[in-house]
């Protein structure tokens, strides 16, 4: 693909994943203080409220909760922190749905929405001094073998920089199929 294709061409993004009512439909009821089903005003049933002990987000997660536990991985998890004294860039390796949800959990977090993005996984953490932005690839042969022989060194940077090293995920082609 030429330069100029891919600077001006869009990029594909995918819903996968979050933990806003509004995302999924619901509208905010300043009356009841909670969301509702606007499709449900009227039915015999009553209206719809968004459940927040079972909400209809969760087998989002246990989407990815399969993916990740259920494939090879690990995963290496690049990102910045909104935090109040400035952004600050990170990585972490992670080996499971559970090691990924404490790598991006944060106290007082408010939302949290992940997409697919051209097959990268993003991941956007809302919280009380700003945002968390994080992009989640998979390593490859190669890039494993290099983690294991430099886990201790201090210098992760290599290991981002080298195209052979990771490589897209692609989770929303491969759990709910290509479009």
Not at 71 to 76: E, S
Request: aromatic fraction near 16%.
């Amino acid at each position: 693909m030429s330069f100029f294709k891919k600077l001006f061409s869009r990029s594909k993004k995918r819903f996968v994943y979050s933990s806003h009512p509004e995302d999924y439909g619901y509208v905010f009821s300043s009356e009841t203080g909670n969301y509702y089903d606007p499709e449900s005003v009227g039915d015999e049933d009553g209206i719809r409220q968004w459940d927040y002990d079972f909400p209809d987000n969760e087998d989002d997660l246990y989407n990815i909760k399969e993916y990740l536990d259920n494939n090879r991985g690990p995963w290496i998890l690049t990102g910045y922190l909104g935090l109040w004294d400035g952004r600050h860039g990170g990585y972490a390796i992670v080996r499971s749905y559970k090691e990924l949800m404490d790598a991006i959990s944060v106290s007082g977090q408010s939302d949290t929405e992940i997409n697919d993005e051209d097959g990268d996984l993003t991941i956007i953490v809302h919280h009380h001094d700003g945002s968390n932005c994080f992009t989640l690839r998979e390593l490859t042969d190669k890039g494993r073998q290099w983690y294991e022989n430099n886990e201790y060194s201090g210098d992760m940077n290599h290991l981002l920089e080298v195209p052979t090293y990771t490589r897209k995920i692609r989770f929303a082609d491969k759990v709910f199929g290509k479009i």
